[in-house]
C-alpha cells in the first residue's frame, strides 16, 4: 500500500503559475503509474495527466495540454504537476492517485483504474 500527500496549492491569478508535489510513502513508487485528477464543485472527477512508471510515457487531457506538465522522481518518491498559464477554469481540488496494475511504460486515464489516492490541494485561479 502507498499514502499519498500533495502539495503546493494556493491561488493564483489568471496566467500565473503552481507546481504541484505529491509525496509517496513506501519504497516501491516505482511500482506505479501515477496520474493527477481535478473535481471542481458540482463536477465530476476529471483526469489531468498521468505519467507512466519510467516516466518515458505522459498523456494530458486536452484542456491542459500545452499548460501543464508532469514529471517524477523515483529516487524522491515524488510526481510533480507544474501549471502554467492558469485559467480560472482550472480551478480545483487537485488529487494525485497511484495506479499498482499499469505496466512500466503504460498508464491509464480512467479514475476508477487508480488504487490509492491523495486528500487533495486546492487550487483557486481568479481572473
Known amino acids: 500500500q502507498v499514502q499519498l500527500v500533495e502539495s503546493g496549492g494556493g491561488l493564483v491569478q489568471a496566467g500565473g503559475s503552481l507546481r504541484l508535489s505529491c509525496a509517496a510513502s513506501?519504497?516501491?513508487?516505482?511500482?506505479?503509474?501515477m496520474g493527477w485528477f481535478r473535481q471542481a464543485p458540482g463536477k465530476e472527477r476529471e483526469f489531468v495527466g498521468g505519467?507512466?512508471?519510467?516516466?518515458?510515457?505522459?498523456d494530458y487531457a486536452d484542456s491542459v495540454k500545452g499548460r501543464f506538465t508532469i514529471s517524477r522522481d523515483n529516487a524522491k518518491n515524488t510526481v510533480y504537476l507544474q501549471m502554467n498559464s492558469l485559467k480560472p477554469e482550472d480551478t480545483a481540488v487537485y488529487y494525485c492517485?497511484?495506479?499498482?496494475?499499469?505496466?512500466?511504460?503504460?498508464?491509464?486515464?480512467?479514475?476508477?483504474?487508480?488504487?490509492?489516492w491523495g486528500q487533495g490541494t486546492q487550487v483557486t485561479v481568479s481572473s
Open positions: 492517485a497511484a495506479d499498482r496494475r499499469s505496466g512500466w511504460v503504460s498508464l491509464r486515464i480512467a479514475a476508477a483504474e487508480y488504487d490509492y
Open positions: 505519467i507512466s512508471r519510467s516516466g518515458s510515457t505522459t
Open positions: 513506501g519504497r516501491t513508487f516505482s511500482s506505479y503509474a
